[in-house]
């Protein structure tokens, strides 16, 4: 087993984590970790068992990303609840890793009934779902408000940078600045966010100390 596979499952000790970003105290990256200034905001939902792992990149990506929410729980009543405010679905769309092998296109977008949208809407916001594909299904179920969000589907071009169950499968960082990227958000976005997900892989400390 590689370093990467055995860190994947590790838990932190809760009592011995900063509070706000759960890095054990010497990883702290509190501090020390660029922010980026991105325009479409994005809510992540993420299982209640993946907020003490080790390899946490959604609260990465929720630190490293000026406008974003992180939610852990597993059921929100509505889309209001999850967010904090009222906003038009129409506007936002689910992340869903669903390849499309024959398209080549690295993302596409379909409507709430499941109709492809052409030309790309302008979206305002990404949802997210953090969790194994076993969490995420019961995530999805749980939350039927999330069928009414346009469907935001990956087709990554390149394997993830940590072992996956699928082919298609990313970290959750990984499919957010995938999906950023492709939306047209900076290409530096995107980019800081997966150098900040190898560095936490392959030294849990985060060295970059630039704020943008």
Not at 13 to 22: G, I, M, S, V
Not at 34 to 47: A, D, F, P, T
Not at 134 to 153: D, G, H, S
Not at 175 to 186: D, K, M, P, R, S
Request: glycine fraction near 6%; hydrophobic fraction near 40%.
């Amino acid at each position: 087993m590689n370093n990467n596979a055995h860190n994947q499952g590790k838990r932190i000790d809760r009592k011995n984590a900063c509070p706000e970003c759960l890095r054990p105290f010497p990883q702290c990256f509190c501090g020390r970790l660029s922010i980026q200034k991105n325009n479409i905001r994005i809510l992540i939902l993420q299982h209640p068992q993946e907020q003490y792992k080790l390899l946490n990149s959604a609260r990465l990506a929720n630190k490293a990303l000026d406008n974003s929410i992180l939610r852990v729980g597993l059921s929100w009543r509505n889309f209001r609840h999850a967010l904090g405010e009222d906003v038009d679905p129409k506007e936002w769309g689910a992340l869903f890793l669903k390849p499309n092998y024959e398209t080549g296109g690295a993302l596409e977008i379909f409507d709430a009934r499941k109709r492809p949208v052409n030309p790309a809407p302008h979206l305002k916001g990404l949802v997210a779902i953090d969790g194994s594909w076993k969490q995420a299904k019961a995530l999805w179920w749980r939350n039927p408000w999330l069928l009414r969000l346009n469907r935001i589907t990956l087709n990554p071009m390149h394997r993830s940078l940590r072992a996956q169950v699928k082919r298609e499968g990313l970290s959750t960082i990984e499919a957010v600045a995938l999906a950023l990227e492709c939306l047209g958000e900076t290409k530096s976005i995107s980019a800081h966010l997966i150098e900040q997900y190898e560095a936490l892989i392959i030294k849990p400390v985060i060295l970059s100390s630039h704020r943008m």
